[in-house]
T-cell receptor
Framework: GDSVTQMEGPVTLSEEAFLTINCTYT??????LFWYVQYPGEGLQLLLK?????DKGSNKGFEATYRKETTSFHLEKGSVQVSDSAVYFC??????????????FGKGITLSVRP | NAGVTQTPKFQVLKTGQSMTLQCAQD?????MSWYRQDPGMGLRLIHY???????DQGEVPNGYNVSRSTTEDFPLRLLSAAPSQTSVYFC??????????????FGEGSRLTVL
């Protein structure tokens, strides 16, 4: 079945450092790919998405490019802030299932940013 | 804007007790789902529904029941709670349909402890 693999965490960075969080996927179809973020004590919220190969999703300074050849969707940000401290989840949906919102999530990674 | 509302936010049960986690959304979303979040496991899909009267199993359905009598509500029932069901539960909803790539809107979560 479909699966998402995220790099092991946690990750601790200093403010203004460059961030990369790796995500790779396994799917038999052509999934849509997502990054969700969970701030402390809250539910998840969509950060960005890409629906086809070579698409780049971006939001709040974060970017991720859908790479079909490497089955990857790595999250990047050029300069992190303390307010970016959260748990980040990579996810995919397979439109073939008929339920476009049936998402498969990775295990998540905790990011802590020091002032 | 209420969005997705979950109740209760916290609950402690004894093994063998039953309870219902409530979920309501006011966005007229066809799709609703329940996930559980456990440390090191990410989010795992329990049950989902693509419309009133239609439900289906996710990755970890055992020990849980659902029903969808209205578009707005999607309760999750634990008939005989077990310590393995100690977790944080999230309800999420979305639009569905061709061209919709599945942005999920999450509730704030319900933390359940089974003793």
């Amino acid at each position: 079945g479909d699966s998402v693999t995220q790099m092991e965490g946690p990750v601790t960075l200093s403010e203004e450092a460059f961030l990369t969080i790796n995500c790779t996927y396994t799917a038999t179809g052509y999934p849509s790919l997502f990054w969700y973020v969970q701030y402390p004590g809250e539910g998840l919220q969509l950060l960005l998405k890409a629906t086809k190969a070579d698409d780049k999703g971006s939001n709040k300074g974060f970017e991720a490019t859908y790479r079909k050849e490497t089955t990857s969707f790595h999250l990047e940000k050029g300069s992190v802030q303390v307010s970016d401290s959260a748990v980040y989840f990579c996810a995919l949906s397979d439109p073939r299932t008929g339920a476009n919102s049936k998402l498969t999530f990775g295990k998540g990674i905790t990011l802590s940013v020091r002032p | 804007n209420a969005g997705v509302t979950q109740t209760p936010k916290f609950q402690v049960l004894k093994t063998g007790q039953s309870m219902t986690l409530q979920c309501a959304q006011d966005m007229n979303h066809e799709y609703m789902s329940w996930y559980r979040q456990d440390p090191g496991m990410g989010l795992r899909l329990i049950h989902y529904s693509v419309g009133a009267g239609i439900t289906d199993q996710g990755e970890v359905p055992n020990g849980y029941n659902v029903s969808r009598s209205t578009t707005e509500d999607f309760p999750l029932r634990l008939l005989s709670a077990a310590p393995s069901q100690t977790s944080v539960y999230f309800c999420a909803s979305s639009y569905t349909g061709t061209g919709v790539s599945g942005e999920l809107f999450f509730g704030e979560g319900s933390r359940l402890t089974v003793l």
